[in-house]
Nanobody, 121 residues
Framework: VQLQASGGGLVQSGGSLRLSCIFSGRTFSGYEMGWFRQAPGKERVFVASITWGYGGTAYADAVKDRFTISTDNAKNAIYLQLDSLKPEDTAVYFC???????????????WGKGTQVTVSS
């Protein structure tokens, strides 16, 4: 699966952004599409995922109730709606395809190139 993320940018604290990830290749029901992020000087961490074919979602505690992951099967796309943004959400955001990604990054089978999100205070 090949992935291409877009939609990042500069936004003020409290603002919103919508990230998109277009994918190609064969996906399998039960696998996950998701998002990770890496802040400057920090490790890449899980943000959110959605199970392909079932729609079940998972979120990191830091973004729960502020971010929403969704899919558009017709467009081969996944989205991450970022609301109530905080300066600590500043990071490069990566889309990913894999298995049990909330638990381990070793489950990621494919990574997209990142898109920068910067939140000013």
């Amino acid at each position: 699966v090949q992935l291409q993320a877009s939609g990042g940018g500069l936004v003020q604290s409290g603002g919103s952004l919508r990230l998109s990830c277009i994918f190609s290749g064969r996906t399998f029901s039960g696998y996950e599409m998701g998002w990770f992020r890496q802040a400057p000087g920090k490790e890449r961490v899980f943000v959110a995922s959605i199970t392909w074919g079932y729609g079940g979602t998972a979120y990191a505690d830091a973004v729960k109730d502020r971010f929403t992951i969704s899919t558009d099967n017709a467009k081969n796309a996944i989205y991450l709606q970022l609301d109530s943004l905080k300066p600590e959400d500043t990071a490069v955001y990566f889309c990913a395809y894999g298995w049990r990604m909330q638990t381990t990054q070793a489950g990621v089978k494919s990574w997209g190139k990142g898109t920068q999100v910067t939140v000013s205070s």
